[in-house]
């Protein structure tokens, strides 16, 4: 087997050296109605590279990738390009096979662009610190709501009916078994409407999403100068975060912690995971953050170099206090989001994100003109929501036919909502072409 | 003082390491990388974008107005920062990686190319199922592996990591506690005092008081300790096995069947799994639930901190509380269950979307590749190297615990003792000699612990020079001025010893433009 050096000749020399008979003997400590006689049955026995490429090729062409048909679907993922560069970074051995950290002289290379990653992160979203990562939106955002419930002493968190059910059903699990209460209001494109008017005296925090799971902009300041003057913090979800090359960012509006999606960043589909997740807040609360903070410091002869630092708040160092549960993050995704931004830059980014918008913009036109849709999105980035005169999730399965895929529908997200029902949300990025948008558009008059 | 002592084949002996001044600041392959903030000129590009069609922006008043601060390179600049950043890590591609508990094996580079594979790395997590089908067949197929392996009747797919399982595990317990009306009174989690951080801490999370249990001399569970413990309050026990000590928990199946008994839950902490998958079945030891770490036993690289991946196997008694999404067969081909339906009671959603699928597929194609005949070799290899390891070195440091060990041998400081070389410092020497350090201190239940895991990954001529290398290092603590010479330690890493307390002291987690760093001092 090519990934075991041993051969009979090396494991009777070492057994030798051990002093004992058998590989055998080195399991005596399990009991023994316990030990497998032989191999597990019902599975397979070794096979070469070939034949394990002839599986998986044959797995993997059963389905459909979004880049064989025209794809507008988004909420929460993204199909962005990927510099060939940026793969290539992220496979050097190096990165690829290393561990966390915590041997910070072998490990510069890791926590230099861990430190590249926090700040640009700040930057994105306007914010102060942020940390080294979480593994995606969903989570983060759960993290950010008990870091509120810590920072406040409180335990209620208010959800915006536009936040991505998959962020809310997170967050309301995690409620259920921790004991925090979550009131979560019912899906509206309008996402900070009703919001203010449920801040008591103990509420934590209230969590918005921008843009919100319709694709709308919504300016939350007032929103947030309501939560300061109750003593809740404001969350902000951003589920794509390439927006923020073309919006003012979250912080600007006084927002007290932000979490978002990476996975738009250097980071493909890989249908829904490994994603990476962000997190950045205010510096008064960085002895709150759960997860892995990488800091500047110098080494012994004086020279700059990084360190993993603030570990007190973690579970190695903190166990049943820790502010978190989280060891893993998603080190190699940040990497790979660390590699493309600093391909973009400051003109990339904003480059990229007029695209975006600019294509979001031409299929908004386009779509609005089919007979029966209506726009339901004023203000927004690269996604949008259309109604239609029927059910979208229908209409989505009639245009996969048509190779469009033409976007999430109500019902996958909010099921057995009436009134979502009909909805379909869209996106739209710099993959698309013009030709894609016409296709989707005449395949929808056809299906409608 | 003369700190050359020991150091064959290095002529000059101190004068030949002092460090060499360089006017660039590199030092040859070593080089000296500014941050990529403190790089660039405004107006460079390392991705070309298409420009732009003419249409009304629908920003509203949302424009951005401010810069965002990121700095402007080209794309030869980019993969040579880059690619200076990775000379400085040290990975299992660059030499043996022994460190205990993180299962630092080799990851195969099929498993990469599996991976970037368009139908599975191109497909959204929410296109129509009907698109999907090969990625619901995958996931299912690597879910029939994990459940033959161990044994267990069901397992939740969608954990992210190891700690993400646990939590998925534990919830799952806690659920199947409170369909019995009993979270106000089953408040206790027992936990060895040997057990992971991730253990305690995730007990916190759902509120559960986390009770230690001490170890026996032998290094496991002291089952008098835990037989006083039990009681109608305790909700479960977290063990893990084979344990941080490198130790299977003989008592295992007693343990099980007395928590049972008492009404709570087994959880086993599945990180050491890779010790016995193959060869020996959680479910036949009484387990209710377990994470596996994909990252660890099955090859998904580390990445240096993710991402990693952590199905949990659960027992038929928690099956019924699996979160969503889950994955089942019909007459229809496969179906993702996003909602509650049927006799299932699911805890809820733990994650956006549907797991680590990237994760799954590096997994299976790492299984595929092994057989369940590998998979057996590789843990039998894996706990013959550790063996061989402890039994060349038993004689030069010291063994924490008698007999043979796992898939890690665990040893103490009382080697180092009146030397004045600490565990610590010798780890770092043995960075200077081109390895990474063992786990050091953990686990907690050893003075000055350090537990090496070799993994089956290596061969015998590479175990030989490591132990060559580790029996010379613990000689060199016997001589004079050892504690200098390794307090030092490393001298030959892109940095020396890190200033940990000054950067607690005052956090610099980001870079700042100069100006405003210099605003900030005033």
Wanted: aromatic share 6%; charged share 20%.
């Amino acid at each position: 087997m090519r990934y075991l050096p041993h051969t009979e000749n090396d494991r009777r020399q070492m057994l030798a050296a051990i002093g004992v008979p058998s590989v055998d003997a080195l399991f005596a400590d399990v009991p023994e109605a316990a030990r497998l006689k032989d191999v597990v049955a019902g599975l397979s026995n070794t096979m070469t590279e070939l034949e394990v490429e002839r599986e998986m090729a044959a797995m993997a062409g059963k389905n459909r990738p979004a880049g064989s048909m025209a794809s507008f679907v988004g909420c929460g993922a993204y199909r962005h390009h990927v510099p060939a560069s940026v793969d290539y970074i992220i496979q050097r051995g190096e990165f690829l096979t290393s561990y966390t950290p915590y041997q910070p002289e072998i490990a510069q290379g890791t926590l230099q662009y861990l430190f590249e990653f926090q700040t640009q992160v700040a930057l994105l979203t306007g914010m102060e610190v942020a940390n080294a990562s979480m593994y995606d939106a969903a989570t983060a955002c759960v993290e950010a709501v008990m870091m509120a419930n810590r920072v406040t002493r409180r335990g209620k968190a208010i959800l915006s009916g536009a936040l991505h059910p998959h962020y809310r059903e997170t967050v309301e699990t995690h409620g259920r078994f921790s004991g925090f209460a979550v009131d979560a209001l019912a899906p509206s494109p309008e996402g900070l409407k009703g919001l203010a008017e449920k801040i008591d005296a103990t509420t934590s925090c209230v969590v918005v999403q921008y843009p919100n799971v319709f694709g709308r902009l919504e300016d939350f300041s007032a929103l947030a100068a309501a939560c300061q003057k109750a003593g809740a913090l404001l969350i902000c979800a951003v589920p794509e975060i390439v927006s923020m090359g073309a919006v003012t960012p979250p912080g600007e509006m006084g927002a007290d912690i932000v979490v978002g999606e990476g996975q738009s960043i250097g980071n493909g589909l890989n249908f829904g995971g490994p994603y990476v997740g962000l997190f950045a807040a205010k510096e008064k609360y960085v002895r709150q953050m759960p997860g892995r903070l990488c800091g500047e410091t110098v080494d012994a002869e004086g020279r700059r170099g990084w360190v993993l630092t603030l570990s007190t708040r973690e579970q190695h160092i903190r166990r049943e206090k820790a502010t978190s549960n989280i060891c893993t993050n998603s080190g190699l995704c940040a990497l790979a989001f660390t590699v493309h931004l600093s391909l973009l830059g400051e003109r990339g980014l904003k480059e990229l994100a007029a695209l975006n918008h600019a294509h979001a913009a031409l299929l908004a036109e386009k779509l609005g003109k089919v007979k029966g849709v209506s726009l339901m999105t004023d203000a927004f980035f690269n996604e949008f929501a259309i109604r239609l005169p029927k059910d979208a999730a229908g209409v989505v399965d009639a245009l996969v036919d048509k190779g469009v895929l033409a976007g999430v529908p109500g019902g996958r997200l909010w099921p057995g909502n009436a009134d979502m029902a009909n909805v379909l949300i869209v996106a739209a990025t710099e993959t698309n072409t013009t030709a894609d948008m016409d296709r989707f558009a005449a395949a929808l008059a056809e299906v409608i | 003082m003369d700190k050359s002592q020991g150091r064959t084949g290095v002529s000059g002996g101190e004068a030949a390491l002092a460090p060499v001044v360089t006017k660039s600041g590199h030092r040859a392959l070593d080089q000296n990388e500014p941050l990529i903030f403190e790089q660039g000129v405004p107006g460079r590009i390392g991705v070309d974008v298409a420009p732009a069609p003419k249409v009304a922006s629908k920003l509203g008043a949302f424009a951005r107005k401010a810069e965002v601060g990121l700095p402007c390179l080209s794309e030869p600049q980019v993969v040579r920062h880059f690619t200076r950043l990775s000379q400085k890590n040290y990975g299992i591609d660059s030499g043996l990686f022994p460190l205990g508990s993180c299962t630092m094996k080799h990851n195969p580079r099929l498993n990469e190319k599996m991976a970037r594979l368009p139908g599975f790395a191109d497909i959204h997590p929410l296109q129509p199922v009907k698109t999907v089908q090969g990625a619901l067949e995958l996931i299912d197929r690597l879910a029939h592996w994990l459940k033959a392996l161990t044994g267990m009747p069901a397992v939740a797919m969608s954990p992210a990591a190891g700690a993400h399982g646990e939590l998925c595990g534990m919830v799952a317990i806690w659920s199947a506690i409170a369909a019995k009306g009993e979270t106000a009174t089953r408040k206790r989690v027992l936990v060895p005092e040997s057990a992971h951080g991730t253990n305690p801490a995730t007990a916190a999370l759902l509120g559960f008081h986390v009770d230690p249990i001490p170890a026996a001399a032998d290094g496991r569970v002291d089952l008098a300790a835990f037989e006083k413990k039990l009681g109608p309050d305790v909700a479960a026990i977290m063990l893990t096995n084979p344990n941080t000590c490198g130790l299977f928990e003989r008592d295992i199946r007693k343990i099980a069947d007395l928590i049972h008994k008492a009404g709570g839950y087994f959880y086993c902490d599945g990180a050491n799994y890779n010790a016995i998958a193959g060869r020996v079945r959680p479910a036949d030891l009484g387990v209710d639930a377990m994470h596996i770490n994909l990252h660890k036993t099955f090859s998904t690289p580390h990445g240096g901190g993710g991402p990693g991946s952590g199905p949990v196997v659960l027992s038929d008694l928690l099956a019924p509380y699996a979160p969503l999404p889950y994955v089942v067969h019909g007459k229809d081909g496969f179906r993702l269950v996003e909602t509650k339906e049927g006799d299932a009671k699911p805890f809820g959603r733990l994650k956006a979307f549907n797991g680590q699928m990237g994760m799954f597929v590096r997994a299976l194609a790492y299984m595929l590749s092994h057989g369940a005949d590998g998979i057996r070799q590789a843990s039998e290899d894996a706990v013959l190297n550790a063996n061989y390891v402890q039994a060349r070195l038993k004689d030069v440091m010291t063994p924490a615990f008698g007999g043979t060990c796992m898939h890690e041998a665990l040893f103490d400081d009382t080697f180092l003792e009146g030397t004045g070389v600490s565990t610590l410092d010798f780890a770092k020497a043995m960075i200077d000699e081109g390895y990474h350090p063992m786990t050091m201190y953990f686990p907690l239940v050893v003075h000055g612990a350090m537990l090496v895991e070799p993994t089956e990954s290596e061969s015998k001529e590479s175990l030989d020079t490591f132990i060559d290398t580790l029996r010379h290092l613990a000689g060199e603590t016997k001589k004079p001025g050892a504690a200098d010479f390794f307090h030092a330690a490393p001298r030959l890493a892109p940095r020396r010893r890190l200033d940990e307390t000054r950067a607690a002291r005052a956090p610099v987690l980001r870079w700042k433009p100069p100006a405003a760093t210099k605003q900030a001092a005033e």
